[in-house]
């Protein structure tokens, strides 16, 4: 089964400083950033965006999370169109940034964790459990009443990774999960990574500068 599917993907963003292209009330030229992309990734597979920084690489995985809209082809989630069904795709799709700033600074990690599985509809008791395993899994358990203020880039980088995999995703994406994390929790990370899709038969799509770790992760 065809998990994601593009097809013919282009996107340009217009060049500039926006606030001056407002006052000068002119266009500027824009800059191409995908031109005609397409690939598929289906059931169980994982796969690598390899590339110089600037190719284009975490515009298409924001596409596919609907962070983003295409200008012209089409993006499939489990035969649903990120433009027109974007919250059915969102309810597949666990995404983990690359730079994570989204979390509530003065709540603790726990207490994010939790405000997260409410947005995602999980049942109060369900959601604390897993909540328990991931923290535990991710050696954040101890730092779990620290707020997020308090974390460190390593730490805050892993409830980032926690908090993609709280809804048990079928579609994982993930934008150099791994950059701020020392080797052995980033073994755990993919410990856990692999796990966690073999069970749902998910699948993954990574970013990373990283060719090892891409050459071990993906096919």
């Not at 989630?77 to 003065?106: C, I, K, M, N, P």
């Not at 954040?140 to 308090?150: I, K, P, V």
């Not at 805050?156 to 908090?163: D, G, N």
């Not at 994390?181 to 998910?202: F, K, M, Y």
């Amino acid at each position: 089964m065809t998990m994601i599917a593009v097809d013919d993907l282009h996107k340009s963003f217009a060049a500039g400083d926006p606030l001056r292209r407002l006052l000068r009330r002119r266009s500027a030229p824009a800059r191409e950033v995908l031109r005609g992309v397409s690939f598929a990734v289906k059931e169980g597979e994982r796969m690598a965006l390899l590339g110089a920084n600037g190719a284009g690489k975490t515009t298409i995985l924001k596409i596919i999370a609907t962070l983003l809209l295409p200008d012209s082809g089409s993006v499939r989630v489990h035969g649903h169109d990120v433009t027109r069904q974007g919250a059915r795709v969102r309810g597949l799709a666990g995404y983990v940034l690359a730079d994570e700033r989204s979390f509530h600074w003065r709540l603790s990690g726990r207490d994010n964790l939790e405000f997260f599985a409410r947005l995602n509809d999980i049942p109060a008791a369900e959601g604390r459990a897993r909540i328990r395993t991931l923290l535990d899994r991710l050696d954040l358990r101890d730092a779990a009443g620290q707020s997020f203020a308090e974390y460190s880039t390593g730490m805050k980088q892993r409830l980032a990774i926690a908090r993609a995999l709280l809804p048990r995703p079928r579609v994982l994406l993930m934008d150099e999960p791994t950059r701020s994390i020392d080797a052995t929790h980033a073994a755990e990370v993919w410990s856990l990574v692999r796990e966690e899709l073999d069970d749902v038969g998910g699948c993954l799509v990574l970013v990373t500068h990283a060719i090892q770790e891409a050459l071990s992760l993906c096919g």
